[in-house]
């Protein structure tokens, strides 16, 4: 069974400009969450979603969004981007419904450099 | 509040010695708590967890205890090796379908 795959793996931007990043989560997993992580920071959550309908968000601004398609594929953008947006992005996929009562299997992540 | 304190954020270990991780957190309805291990360049991976339920998970070299009433949860090593060396993350579930993770602990296990 394949995992999860992010793409791009690597990725370079400058200041304004936006991304966007994707997700293809294990088959047959709903939900999928994305985490940005910088040094000394952890994983901060950005937002999960499960059957196309964003359940949580996290503590980020506007900037940040996402979406996800009926095959549980998923995308996150980044609109007009700031030096502090530098970071590894990961998505997890989840195969329960409650996301935070199993494990997570996370992508390799795409990373993201602004300059 | 959706806060998960770890500690210590670097931790350095001869080989063999064992190595113990700490974290609290601050939902008294937090019932799930998972450690991930991230390997350099590698994706985060799930080593062990445990439920509010227990108070102890045993997986060979490794072992989590979790005290409820003080809210605070370990991770414990024992007999480390190199192939340690990660970046360890804990983790609480919260209200709302959420899980808010730690910041990490870099561990070194010097031979």
């Known amino acids: 069974k394949a995992g999860v795959t992010q793409t791009p793996r690597y990725l370079i931007k400058t200041r304004g400009q936006q991304v966007t990043l994707s997700c293809s989560p294990i088959?047959?997993?709903?939900?999928v969450s994305w985490y940005q992580q910088t040094p000394g920071q952890g994983l901060q959550f950005l937002f999960e979603?499960?059957?196309?309908?964003?359940?949580n968000k996290g503590n980020f601004p506007g900037r940040f969004s996402g979406r996800q398609f009926s095959n549980s594929r998923s995308e996150m953008n980044v609109s007009t981007l700031e030096l502090g947006d530098s970071a590894l992005y990961l998505c997890?996929?989840?195969?329960?419904?409650?996301?935070?009562?199993?494990?997570?299997?996370f992508g390799e992540g795409s990373r993201l450099t602004v300059l | 509040g959706e806060n998960v304190e770890q500690h210590p954020s670097t931790l350095s270990v001869q080989e063999g010695d064992s190595a113990v991780i700490k974290c609290t957190y601050s939902?008294?309805?937090?019932?799930?708590f998972p450690w991930y291990k991230q390997e350099l360049g590698k994706r985060p991976q799930l080593i062990i967890d445990i439920r509010s339920n227990v108070g102890e998970k045993k997986d060979q070299r490794i072992a989590v205890t979790l005290n409820k009433t003080a809210k605070h949860f370990s991770l414990h090593i024992t007999e480390t090796q190199p192939e340690d060396s990660a970046v360890y993350f804990c983790a609480a579930s919260i209200s709302g379908n959420k899980l808010v993770f730690g910041a990490g602990t870099i561990l070194r296990v010097k031979s």
């Open positions: 088959s047959g997993h709903r939900s």
């Open positions: 939902d008294s309805a937090s019932n799930y």
């Open positions: 979603y499960f059957s196309e309908t964003q359940r």
């Open positions: 997890a996929s989840s195969l329960l419904a409650a996301m935070n009562t199993g494990e997570l299997f």
